[in-house]
């Protein structure tokens, strides 16, 4: 049973705007009633199937939902007179306890702007979470608003008419369509409520000050400075003029639009400003001061209440406790930053402010430029998962760059990146990860998991290149920003001094990059424009006395060499030729060239668009062949499993959990749970002593395994496992050893030993598991992860790379274990991971990939009660 409180939802609406969903309470009795009293004759009969009498009794079963048998949301706007409700969406269960009749009215005023659609989502995703199967609605046949929202939502519906009621009944399992069609829903919403940031007619400023040194000043005076295209109005206590601009105490002063207001006060004085921003119209906030979650219980509270009153008129926030932000198009600097951020086609979110302005430094200097600078701050609503969906969009930006933090929904972001990395380069940073969760695990899955696999499964199967730098960052960027993507990994260096040529090499080689032979074609020709002496091997080395000129002729032959995808220049200054010489002369056969061209120029001056130092040059370009290697890999799709008993699984959890709130599964539930989704597991028995350990193996063949049946025991590091068993006797004796209740198995031999299993990230999810498996499996490690759900991709990578592919594909002369065997029980363990939270370590090890099946030998499972994570904010 969920509390009342617990049932908060914020949604956003087709055009930009907000709404909140919560539960009905009994304080909303006059609220609810007076929402039924607007509503026309029309609505009201539609909603009952009639027009029943209008009082407390007809609202009274909407109130106080206890989210098992009922459920009730009412939608809230703020109004003159305080919270105005403007939608009711409800569900009661049948007999049929897997089935909810459903139904919703939206106020008359607010039809049409798409509130059904996302109560009717709501309520689904809140009536599945109390085990309900499918949604029942009866609506009358005349009622086509209705059954549009329904046939809108994205559940795949049926409908049977009789009488003039409408039947729909519909599934709440969400499918990958489903997922896709929400995901298209807030995207557009997203999109249409960020315009007012990017390309404001009018921004205000709180706390504009005319005194030298303010935050809000300086802000202010960034913004005329800067060339803002728009109109910018200083507020204060006083209304006193800045900037030459004049000064009001209240938006209710200023006649023109303001579409972006800027807070730069005491955090304690923040709402106030902020409602009145509200009351003007202002959709776009951006609230500077610190004094929120940052400091504590008191201004976490305080974030809290102002979400809720942003929330409440549909509007959006950036920060608190920012930067601020600055966007190229209308010439906006609304930040502190000492000076303008350079124009550009880069958008960049951090949430660090300090990050962002170490990064203009950089990239400044390296010639790049933005065409969006966002500081997020304490990200209470506007977060890089929204900044991406904007981004996606905006013709202006070519690349996005990332600092991060934490993650506020990563699977979303997932899904998202993975869509905008096909468009558009993602570069990311992110800080705060650590391998202390891991400390703690159980398993040999749980302990090869941690923050880092999750965030570099994410972005591996996302597209998005992680720096760990923030040279690094800069390095990326500039190579995607002016060259082309390598079309493989093939490079050819080109050098006037042998050392600095040397070091490029072997930075090329720690970057996965390969050096290649130069073709006799390309050799041939490169003798007739370098000096004899040079040696053209790669690194082709043009010697000390390289001139402009020798650069301008040497690099169109290798450049033409079918055998190079890339080439990375280097130049040390000589006594007789001047860096930027070299530079503009290699300057020129980048232009138009279809390969990467990538200068380092090792000077004391930088030189634009020229890497100093030859292992940032090779670690970027390696990047960019990741990029070029991941937009040729299929997007690939989440295949259906339809072999799969999840009622049969859920019973096993609840049992388990109906005593305790943490426990490893005894054997023969482990098994129950394993079937039913379809994971092959080696027959087996349970046996309470030496005899029935005897007998068991009898049926079950020799050579035989005992091993310790204790929930959840490393058997291996305990002594509880014995191997080969030639005999009964052997058995007997084995049984006896280890003691107590004991498991019996036949020995499978041959194959390949892997690990393969699922773990509970706390923020990220299920992740999936897959390696080098048997008593080595932490020693050895290079166990590979990926979030779920997996793509056929996904999977058929995890099971084909590092040591773990190298033994599927048959180590040593090996036979070739069964790869598609294999990549089945990786997807079937992405099910049941994101099925049931509940399962916390589900550790396959060993797993035997054998040449035409595969199957685990050894298997332990945790589970652990699991509560839905609580987010306000759903898109």
């Known amino acids: 049973m969920r509390s009342e409180t617990s049932v908060v939802r914020d949604v956003i609406l087709p055009e930009g705007t907000t709404l909140r969903l919560r539960a009905a309470t009994k304080d909303d009795a006059g609220g609810l009633l007076a929402f039924v009293e607007r509503l026309s004759p029309e609505s009201l009969y539609f909603r009952f199937h009639g027009l029943p009498p209008v009082g407390p009794r007809l609202v009274e079963p909407f109130l106080d939902p206890d989210w098992n048998e009922r459920g009730a949301l009412v939608g809230t706007l703020a109004s003159e007179a305080g919270e105005r409700i403007v939608a009711l969406g409800t569900w009661s269960r049948l007999r049929d306890r897997s089935v909810a009749e459903a139904a919703f009215a939206v106020d008359d005023e607010f039809q049409g702007h798409g509130i059904g659609t996302r109560l009717v989502e709501q309520l689904a995703g809140l009536a599945a ?83 030298a040194g303010t935050i809000g000043g300086l802000v202010f005076r960034n913004i005329v400075e800067g060339g803002f295209t728009g109109d910018a109005y200083p507020v204060n206590r006083r209304g006193e003029d800045v ?179 096909r468009r558009k380069p993602i570069l990311a940073m992110k800080s705060g990860v650590s391998r202390g969760g891991a400390r703690a695990a159980s398993s040999h899955t749980a302990a090869l998991a941690g923050s880092e696999a999750a965030v570099e499964a994410l972005f591996r199967q996302a597209g998005v290149i992680r720096a760990r730098t923030v040279e690094e960052l800069v390095d990326v960027a500039a190579i995607l920003s002016t060259e082309p993507l390598p079309r493989g990994r093939r490079v050819a260096i080109v050098t006037n001094a042998g050392g600095p ?40 080395d043009l010697l000390g006395s390289a001139t402009a000129a020798t650069y301008a002729n040497a690099l169109p032959p290798i450049l033409a060499d079918d055998e190079v995808d890339a080439v990375i220049v280097l130049f040390v200054p000589a006594a007789e030729v001047t860096a930027a010489d070299v530079a503009a002369s290699i300057a020129n056969v980048r232009t138009g060239a279809e390969k990467p061209v990538v200068p380092v120029i090792l000077a004391a001056e930088t030189q634009p668009g020229s890497f100093p130092y030859p292992e940032s040059a090779a670690q970027a370009l390696g990047r960019a062949a990741e990029r070029a290697e991941w937009l040729r890999r299929p997007a690939g799709t989440v295949p259906r499993i339809d072999t799969i008993d999840r009622g049969r699984a859920e019973a096993v959890v609840r049992t388990a959990l109906a005593t305790a709130d943490d426990v490893w599964l005894a054997v023969p539930a482990v098994r129950e749970l394993l079937h039913s989704y379809g994971i ?23 050579p035989a395994v005992v091993k310790s049946a ?141 040449a035409d099946r595969c199957v685990a030998v050894d298997a332990r499972v945790r589970v652990r009660r699991a509560e839905p994570p609580q987010r306000l904010k759903t898109w």
């Not at 929202?149 to 049977?160: K, L, N, S």
């Not at 006799?520 to 020709?525: A, F, H, I, S, V």
């Not at 027959?683 to 020799?702: K, Q, S, T």
């Not at 036979?815 to 079937?828: S, V």
């Open 710 to 850: 204790v929930p959840g025991a490393h058997k291996t590091e305990s002594g509880g496992v014995a191997l080969d068993l030639p005999d009964e006797d052997a058995v007997a004796s084995a049984a006896s050893r280890i003691g107590g209740s004991v498991l019996v198995q036949p020995m499978v031999s041959g194959g390949v030993e892997l690990l393969a299993g699922v773990v509970q990230d706390p923020v990220f999810g299920p992740l999936v598991a897959f390696g080098p498996g048997g008593i080595y499996a932490e020693l050895i490690g290079d166990a590979g992860f990926r979030v779920a759900p997996l793509t056929d991709v996904d999977a058929e990578e995890l099971v084909s790379i590092g040591k773990a592919g190298k033994l599927v594909g048959g180590f040593r002369g090996r036979p070739a274990a069964d790869a598609g065997a294999l990549t089945d029980l990786i997807h079937r363990l992405s099910r049941l991971g994101e099925d049931f939270p509940e399962v916390a370590e589900l550790d396959l090890n060993p797993v035997v990939g054998l």
């Open 129 to 211: 979470a109390a085990g309900i199967e499918r949604f029942i609605a009866e609506v009358l046949s005349a009622n086509l608003n209705m059954l549009r929202v329904f046939e809108h939502v994205g559940f795949a519906i049926t409908r049977e008419l009789e009488g003039g009621v409408v039947e729909v009944v519909f599934p709440l399992a969400p499918t990958e369509s489903y997922r896709e069609t929400v995901d298209s829903r807030d995207h557009l919403g997203v999109v249409a409520s960020l315009g007012p940031f990017f390309s404001p007619r009018g921004v205000a400023v709180y706390g504009a000050s005319p005194r």
């Open 501 to 540: 040529g040397i070091l490029c090499a072997d930075a090329c080689e720690a970057a996965g990059l390969e050096l290649v032979d130069l073709s006799d074609g390309t050799r041939e020709l490169l003798t007739s424009v370098v000096p004899a002496e040079a040696s053209l091997s790669n690194p082709v």
């Open 680 to 702: 092959p597991i080696v027959p087996e028995r349970v046996a309470d002593g030496p005899a029935e350990a005897a007998e068991a193996a009898c049926e079950l063949g020799f």
């Open 243 to 421: 900037a030459g601009l004049a000064g009001c105490t209240s938006l209710a002063e200023v006649s023109g639009d303001v579409d972006l207001a800027v807070f730069c006060l005491p955090g304690e004085h923040v709402l106030e400003a902020v409602s009145d921003a509200l009351a003007k119209g202002v959709r776009a906030l951006c609230v500077i001061s610190a004094g929120f979650a940052e400091i504590g219980p008191e201004g976490t509270e305080r974030q809290a209440r102002l979400l809720e009153l942003v929330r409440s008129h549909g509007a959006r926030l950036i920060g608190p406790n920012c930067l601020g932000i600055a966007v190229a198009g209308p010439k906006l600097n609304a930040t502190f930053a000492p000076r303008a951020f350079p124009p550009g086609r880069i958008g960049f979110s951090s949430q660090s402010g300090a990050l962002g302005l170490a990064l203009l430094e950089r990239s400044d200097a390296r010639g790049l430029g933005f065409s969006a600078f966002v500081s997020i701050g304490n990200k209470a609503d506007v977060s890089s998962n929204d900044l991406l969906e904007f981004w996606e969009e905006d013709p202006a930006t070519d690349m996005v760059l990332l600092y991060l933090e934490s993650f506020g929904n990563p699977r979303k972001f997932g899904r998202l990146a993975r869509r905008v990395s």
